[in-house]
C-alpha cells in the first residue's frame, strides 16, 4: 500500500504493543522506520534491464524471513535519532515492537492485488489476498487520527482502536471480495460464458464498493464490474479482448526464439502479472498487464512492456499506457454512485 498507510500502520501496530514503562518515542521511531524500511527495494535501479525494479519489488524486504533484520535496521535508526538529540533510551524494548511493525508491512501489501514475495526464499510466488486497492482512504484515514492521538497522548490505548477500526475495515473488505467473486459466479452461470476457465477479483482504485473482475474463457478475457452496495450486487459488462494464459504461448505466437533475453522478459512479465497478459490493439508487439486499469469495467492497462527487435539492449522497452483523466474520473464517479449500473 502507500508509504502513509505503512507508516501509520507500524507506529499503531509498535505503540499497540509498546511494554509497560518503555520509552513511547522511541517506540514510534522504531514504528515508523520498521513498518516503511521494506519498501527501500524501490531504488534497486538497472540501466539496462527495465524489468529489473518491477522484479524486485516486493521481492525479499517483503518476506518474513528477512523481517527481523527489517526489525534490527528500524529498531537502530530509531536509537541513533534518540541519542543524536541527545536522549539514550535502551534498545531490547524497542525490538518486539519493531519486529510487528515490519510484518504490519508484509501483511499491509499482502492484502492487495499486486503481489506480494512473503515466503521467499522457500518459493517464488506472489501472493495476493485482493481485499484492497493500493490506497484506500476510509482504511487510511481513521487510523491515522487515532494513532496521532496515541502520539500526542504519549498513551497507547488509542493506537490499540487504530488496530480494532483496521481489522472491522479488513473484515468488511473480505465480505465484500466474498459478495462480488459470488455475484460473478451468479452472473456467469446466468447471463456471462458460462463456466471460467479461470476469474479473478480486485478491488477498483480507492474503493470496497466497486470491484474489477476479470474471466477468462477459451483465452478471450471478460472484464467485468460489479457494484456491492446495500442491496443485491449489481453486473455491469465491460470489455473483452483475447489473452495469452502462459507465456510460451506468446513467445510462440509472436515469434521470439525462445533462448533470447526478449524470452526471458516475456517470462518475467507472465510472473509478474499473474498470467492475466494481453497484446495491445495495433500493437501486436506490446503485453499489456490486465489486472489494473484505471477504470473497473475497463481492459486498458495501466503498464505493459513493448518487445523490441533482436540484439537491442535492453530488449524490452516498459511503457505506462492508461491515466485517470477528467473523463475517466467522471466515469468513475458514475460507477461509484450506481448511475452507470442503472444506465446499462
Not at 81 to 90: D, E
Amino acid at each position: 500500500m502507500d508509504p502513509l498507510t505503512h507508516a501509520t500502520l507500524g507506529i499503531a501496530v509498535a505503540l499497540a504493543v509498546a511494554p509497560r514503562g518503555a520509552s513511547l518515542p522511541s517506540i514510534a521511531l522504531a514504528g515508523f522506520a520498521a513498518g516503511t524500511l521494506p519498501d527501500i527495494d524501490i531504488f534497486l535501479h538497472s540501466e539496462t534491464d527495465p524489468l529489473f525494479s518491477l522484479e524486485y519489488h516486493r521481492h525479499f524486504t517483503h518476506s518474513i524471513l528477512f523481517s527481523p533484520f527489517i526489525a534490527l535496521i528500524g529498531t537502530a535508526l530509531a536509537w541513533l535519532a534518540l541519542l543524536c538529540f541527545g536522549k539514550h533510551s535502551p534498545y531490547r524494548p524497542i525490538l518486539f515492537p519493531a519486529w510487528l511493525a515490519a510484518l504490519s508491512h508484509l501483511f499491509c501489501d499482502l492484502w492487495t492485488s499486486y503481489g506480494t514475495r512473503i515466503a521467499w526464499p522457500f518459493n517464488n510466488v506472489r501472493y495476493s489476498l485482493d481485499w484492497i486497492s493500493v490506497i484506500d482512504p476510509l482504511f487510511t484515514l481513521p487510523v491515522l487520527a487515532l494513532t496521532l492521538i496515541a502520539l500526542v497522548k504519549a498513551r497507547p490505548r488509542p493506537a490499540r482502536f487504530a488496530l480494532t477500526y483496521a481489522t472491522i475495515y479488513l473484515a468488511l473488505c473480505f465480505v465484500q471480495h466474498e459478495r462480488a467473486t459470488h455475484a460473478l459466479e451468479s452472473w456467469l452461470k446466468t447471463s456471462g460464458p458460462g463456466t471460467a476457465d479461470r476469474l479473478a477479483v480486485h478491488p477498483s482504485f480507492g474503493n470496497i464498493l466497486v470491484w474489477r473482475a476479470l474471466v477468462e474463457k477459451d483465452r478471450v478475457a471478460h472484464n467485468v464490474a460489479i457494484r456491492c452496495g446495500l442491496g443485491a450486487p449489481t453486473i455491469l459488462p465491460g470489455q473483452s479482448t483475447p489473452v495469452f494464459n502462459h507465456p510460451d504461448q506468446a513467445i510462440t505466437e509472436l515469434k521470439i526464439d525462445p533462448t533470447s533475453p526478449q524470452a526471458r522478459d516475456v517470462r518475467r512479465f507472465f510472473h509478474f502479472s499473474n498470467n492475466w497478459v494481453a497484446q495491445l490493439p495495433n500493437e501486436p508487439q506490446t503485453l499489456g498487464d490486465l489486472r489494473y486499469s484505471a477504470l473497473p469495467d475497463s481492459l486498458t492497462p495501466l503498464w505493459g512492456m513493448q518487445i523490441l527487435p533482436p540484439d537491442t539492449i535492453p530488449p524490452i522497452k516498459w511503457r505506462e499506457f492508461s491515466k485517470m483523466e477528467a473523463r475517466n474520473w467522471e466515469r468513475f464517479r458514475s460507477l461509484i454512485t450506481g448511475e452507470a449500473f442503472s444506465a446499462k
